[in-house]
């Protein structure tokens, strides 16, 4: 089993940025593929990055492409999501989750399903 937590959430005015991590349990981080999703109140859920075990392979949805980097950190069990250029439409609660299935090379990775482990969410506001 994975735990999940995110962190490095809050306020902050368009333009700006943000780092988010997410901490996971346990010793086999490795062998999970990790993603973040977001929900907006009223809104489903929706895919925002993807990244393979190793970090090599990453994808990203169009609405964040050239501004949000997903990397992680295997020796520290972490994954993150660099955020920039933030606009009032990114203002989410941000989730990461973890997939032991997930082979981001054939393209699996961008839906919740795929997914087997999530964290609690950290909140994202964006203000204009």
């Known amino acids: 089993q994975v735990q999940l937590v995110e962190s490095g959430g809050g306020l902050v005015q368009a333009g700006g940025s943000l780092r988010l991590s997410c901490a996971a349990s346990?010793?086999?981080?490795?062998?999970?593929?990790m993603g973040w999703f977001r929900q907006a109140p009223g809104k489903e859920r929706e895919f925002v990055a993807t990244?393979?075990?190793?970090?090599?392979?990453?994808y990203y949805a169009d609405s964040v492409k050239g501004r949000f980097t997903i990397s992680r950190d295997n020796e520290k069990n972490t994954v993150y999501l660099q955020m920039n250029s933030l606009t009032p439409e990114d203002t989410a609660a941000y989730y990461c989750?973890?997939?032991?299935?997930?082979?981001?090379?054939?393209?699996?990775?961008?839906?919740?399903?795929?997914?087997?482990?999530w964290g609690p969410g950290t909140q994202v506001t964006v203000s204009s």
């Open positions: 990244i393979s075990r190793s970090g090599g392979l990453t």
């Open positions: 346990g010793r086999t981080f490795s062998r999970y593929a």
């Open positions: 989750a973890a997939g032991g299935s997930i082979a981001v090379a054939s393209g699996a990775g961008t839906r919740a399903d795929d997914y087997d482990y």
